[in-house]
């Protein structure tokens, strides 16, 4: 597995392999606002019962630094947490749970369900828009039906829009979602989500993308000749199938959606590798707890 070269495992171990280390740094990431008690909201407190807690001087509730995280009642040691989040973040291939289950001595069920949460921390915060050139295409996850050609129509397959900044011949930063099919209804979210309304958008002549123009004035769009006038963007295509396909054999619909987040924070974060860990942390602190109920049925 192909590692970080910027933070190797010898140096996350320096850094985080012990429980103290762990703790202290999510302490130092919890507050460094400041601190207020969760239940009389004083901003006073002294040092708590426990490792790295703060006791409020008001009301005298023990805060614990995982508490209200994704952290939270976590059975396997907080430094393993540290590492599965590393291995899942850093990790080329991303680290599935039968892997993360061997590597940690955990069952399997227990490191899947840490997996959700982590990929819950590298769902997109839609806060950083594409700029410039924009290519968006589509494309289907799924063995192709008999007879069937084109946007199909067919209920097993996944269907996924794509967006790719395309920056003088490279690629920029992207991003995905799953669709149910191909109407303009369907294909909007991508552009209010995730791309500005000022980009330069290219994409094929699927009448889909004719309604958009409305919010999206520099939209253009030129024939797909088969996909050699988007050569770049189905190069992505093609890496995204190949690493779903090989980290993640068995992806259902439901959970599709959570492996393109995680693919694209990921990808968005290429060039700047060091700060995929720490990111992917913080978001873990600040995400309210999940529980295997709550992920299960999420309208519980
Ligand atoms: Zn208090």
């Not at 976590?74 to 289950?101: C, H, P, Q, R």
């Not at 590597?103 to 590298?122: C, E, I, N, S, Y």
């Not at 770049?232 to 054999?249: E, T």
């Amino acid at each position: 597995m192909r590692l970080l070269k910027e933070l190797s495992r010898k140096e996350f171990r320096k850094n985080f392999g012990t429980k103290e280390q762990c703790m202290a740094y999510l302490s130092q990431k919890k507050w460094a606002d400041g601190y207020q008690c969760r239940k009389c909201s004083s901003e006073h407190y002294i040092k708590g019962k426990h490792l790295c807690s703060r006791r409020c001087k008001k009301c005298g509730y023990d805060e614990s630094p995982t508490a209200n995280t994704l952290f939270h009642k976590v059975k396997f040691g907080i430094e393993n947490a540290f590492e599965m989040v590393y291995d899942i973040t850093t990790s080329k291939k991303g680290a599935n749970s039968i892997w993360l289950a061997e590597r940690f001595g955990v069952r399997q069920p227990t490191a899947w369900l840490f997996r959700q949460k982590v990929q819950a921390a590298m769902k997109s915060s839609k806060a950083h828009p594409l700029i410039g050139d924009v290519h968006v295409d589509e494309f289907e996850i799924g063995t192709p039906q008999k007879g069937e050609q084109g946007r199909s129509k067919s209920e097993k397959k996944m269907r996924v829009v794509i967006a790719i900044e395309h920056r003088s011949g490279a690629c920029g930063r992207g991003y995905a979602k799953v669709i149910q099919d191909y109407s303009a209804a369907s294909l909007r979210p991508i552009f209010t989500e995730h791309i500005s309304s000022d980009a330069d958008v290219l994409a094929d002549k699927w009448t889909g993308y004719i309604p958009l123009k409305k919010s999206f004035p520099n939209l253009k769009q030129i024939k797909s000749d088969k996909g050699r006038n988007f050569p770049m963007i189905h190069q992505q295509i093609r890496n995204f199938k190949n690493w779903l396909r090989g980290v993640h054999s068995y992806c259902n619909k439901e959970h599709l959606e959570e492996y393109i987040d995680e693919y694209f924070f990921r990808f968005n974060r290429r060039n700047h590798r060091q700060s995929i860990l720490n990111k992917a942390i913080e978001r873990m602190i600040i995400h309210k707890p999940m529980t295997r109920k709550t992920l299960l049925n999420p309208e519980t």
